[in-house]
């Protein structure tokens, strides 16, 4: 006796439960903004012509696209995923990382979001000592429904950012 009402109770809860779920498949992000060339120390540039924009989803690339003439890019369905990595790059420029955690919109009713990011990608010259960029982000940012827009570790930031001017600086002296 006790079994059949374990089991209608089971099988009357069942659907609601599911219910209940989030159908993340249907969840999209969106990406756009514009890659740009600079010497350092400038951060004024102008847009880089075929960079390409990656972006990864537990190690595997889930989207990408290449720039425009004028650096412009736009990634228009990207696959839901709590933690993603954007990758900007280009043959004759240092690579750019950056890790986002987008557990907030899947969390959310929402079914898309739009992110812009306009990114600086510095010209390689063999520059001995930024091998840090290519094993870890150059930045971290949480995408904020709230806000509308990421908010960035800026403690983070700044530390990376202070690594790459110094060995950048030295260079440049």
């Not at 971290?140 to 908010?151: A, D, F, H, R, T």
Request: net charge positive; aromatic share 10%.
């Amino acid at each position: 006796m006790i079994q059949r009402i374990l089991i209608v109770l089971l099988l009357g809860i069942a659907p609601f439960s599911l219910l209940a779920q989030k159908d993340m498949s249907k969840k999209i992000l969106s990406l756009a903004g514009k890659v740009t060339s600079a010497e350092y120390p400038d951060t004024l540039g102008k847009g880089l012509n075929k960079a390409v924009v990656e972006i990864f989803a537990e190690g595997k690339k889930i989207a990408s696209d290449t720039a425009s003439s004028s650096g412009v890019y736009k990634i228009k369905k990207i696959p839901y995923s709590p933690s993603i990595q954007i990758v900007f790059k280009d043959s004759k420029h240092l690579t750019k990382m950056i890790d986002m955690d987008v557990t907030e919109f899947g969390n959310d009713n929402a079914q898309t979001v739009a992110i812009n990011m306009d990114v600086v990608l510095y010209k390689d010259h063999d520059f001995m000592g930024v091998n840090f960029l290519k094993s870890k982000p150059f930045g971290k940012g949480k995408y904020s429904m709230k806000e509308k827009g990421v908010l960035w570790d800026d403690n983070y930031y700044f530390q990376m950012r202070d690594r790459l001017d110094a060995v950048l600086k030295a260079y440049s002296e």
